[in-house]
């Protein structure tokens, strides 16, 4: 992805980060849904955070125009499943759909494709057929849109791949198995948008406020945000073991900004005469 802003400079913004989640079975309560939780965690932890996220099941048509959108946004996506080479997996070929090109096989991909072939036939103790037709099948997972580029997957060398839009939207596609989407979405994160990482330069500040309504919270709310460069957080709940109702409010941007408007932020609560609880940073 080539981004035209300088982003060393501390006015540029990073881009907005999405996740496109595939699979009939994260629909279908067969499985949990892990990637949400760990990736906001993996951005997390680089001072950045998801913006957005979607489930899709396998169904050609919306995953499609998912893509279509996500390459029109100009916006950086990580898309988890459906890439592998079964009758159920259908993000490439939608990926080629949305972009409009063709699928060809990546020689670099067909090259890792072989060479874990290879490795399994050694396991298995037997002699490697490149003409046997689950091996000629294989190769499919290494057909991906004209144009593509590789992210390498170090459990089973099995590549995933990235495309871009000419909307400038940039979509990285990895497995639906967690332990090969984690490490993939990690080394892209840390190669091609290392620039972009704000640790250390990122914060957020809030408060539990007892017995609180968000409706009388929100003139406060919306009066930090038009005098601080931050974003304002409400987070109720009516069952909390220790803290019972309570609203956990806060501010969350760079650190000075939110210094003030926190200041401001309890400044206001206590003019309200708010019943206050513990503070916590992060």
Partial sequence: MTLASDPSSPH???PAFGLIIIGDEILSGKRADKHLPKVAELMSTRGL???????????????TAALREAFAGGEVVFSCGGIGATPDDHTRQCAAAALGRDLVLHPEAKSL???RMRDVAIEQGQVFDPLR????HRYNMGTFPAGARLIHNPYNKIPGFTCEGEGGGVVHFVPG????AWPM??????????????QGVWMERSVVVMGAMEAALTPLMEGIEEAHAVKVFSL???????FGRHIELGVKGEPVAVGLAFVQLLDGLRAQGARLGPEMVR
Avoid at 49 to 63: F, H, K, N, V, Y
Wanted: net charge negative; with cysteine; hydrophobic share 40%.
């Fill in 185 to 198: 979405i990690e080394s892209v994160l840390d190669t091609e948008y290392k620039a972009w990482h704000r």
């Fill in 49 to 63: 955070s998801l913006a957005w996220a979607q489930c899709i099941g396998d169904d050609r048509a919306r995953i």
């Fill in 177 to 180: 198995f967690p332990v090969m």
């Fill in 133 to 136: 037709p689950d091996n000629v």
């Fill in 236 to 242: 109720p709940s009516v069952d909390h073991p220790q």
């Fill in 12 to 14: 540029i913004t990073p």
């Fill in 113 to 115: 494709i072989e060479q």
